[in-house]
């Protein structure tokens, strides 16, 4: 089964502050995924990308930067946080033909 | 654009008892579906998808779910519920299959004993 590794599990910082995200995935997939899940709003789509050096701009893209380093890593960016971002992060990836998407545990992030 | 609809946050039925949760899409064109189910503390795990075919899909633990694209709904069922199946359960459309997957807000299922 495909593993999706985030760090770290819980983050609290202040608004304004710097943080970063980070996601792993060990299966080779070409797709990964930021989603931010809020109580009725399901989950929405940050930023995704088809592969290293790709990013492209999903739904809720706002006061987020994101980074695909390799094949297995993709960073979301926080870079000046706001209390509007607390919120429980996923990661996710997939690959070409699949269309099944395997999800990280999540990252709860508090910004006070 | 696509959006997915799910009209009950909260859905309680008894165990043994059958279960139906609704879904409804917007897509100009054939979707992929999906239903997914998050246990707590955990990540999304797929339940079952659909894009052509058989418009009843099977998933797993006895899930199924039916296309019917004059609808456009995607309901997800199951002939009888245990208490293991309480969870928050999500259906999402995609117009391409791996590309901005979008979700509904999700149904949270309990099972009274």
């Known amino acids: 089964e495909a593993a999706v590794t985030q760090s770290p599990r819980n983050k609290v910082t202040v608004t304004g502050g710097n943080v970063t995200l980070s996601c792993r995935q060990t299966?080779?997939?070409?797709?990964m995924y930021w989603y931010r899940q809020d109580t009725g709003h399901g989950l929405r789509l940050i930023h995704y990308?088809?592969?290293?050096?790709?990013?492209q701009i999903g739904d809720v893209p706002d006061g987020y930067k994101a980074t695909r380093t390799t094949q297995e890593d993709f960073f979301l960016l926080l870079e000046l946080a706001s209390p509007s971002q607390t919120s429980l992060y996923f990661c996710?990836?997939?690959?070409?033909?699949?269309?099944?998407?395997?999800f990280g545990k999540g990252t709860r992030l508090t910004v006070v | 654009a696509q959006s997915v609809t799910q009209p009950d946050a909260r859905v309680t039925v008894s165990e043994g008892a059958s279960l139906q949760l609704r879904c409804k899409y917007s897509y100009s064109g054939t979707p992929y579906l999906f239903w997914y189910v998050q246990y707590p503390r955990q990540g999304l795990q797929l339940l079952l998808k659909?894009?052509?075919?058989?418009?009843v899909v099977q998933g797993v633990n006895g899930f199924e779910a039916e296309f019917i694209k004059s609808n456009s709904s995607f309901h997800l069922r199951k002939a009888s519920v245990h208490w293991s199946d309480s969870a928050v359960y999500f259906c999402a459309v995609s117009a391409h299959g791996n590309e901005k997957i979008t979700f509904g807000a999700g149904t949270k299922l309990t099972i009274k004993p």
């Open positions: 990308s088809y592969g290293a050096g790709n990013l």
């Open positions: 996710a990836s997939s690959d070409i033909g699949t269309s099944e998407v395997f």
């Open positions: 299966n080779s997939h070409n797709y």
């Open positions: 659909y894009y052509s075919g058989d418009p």
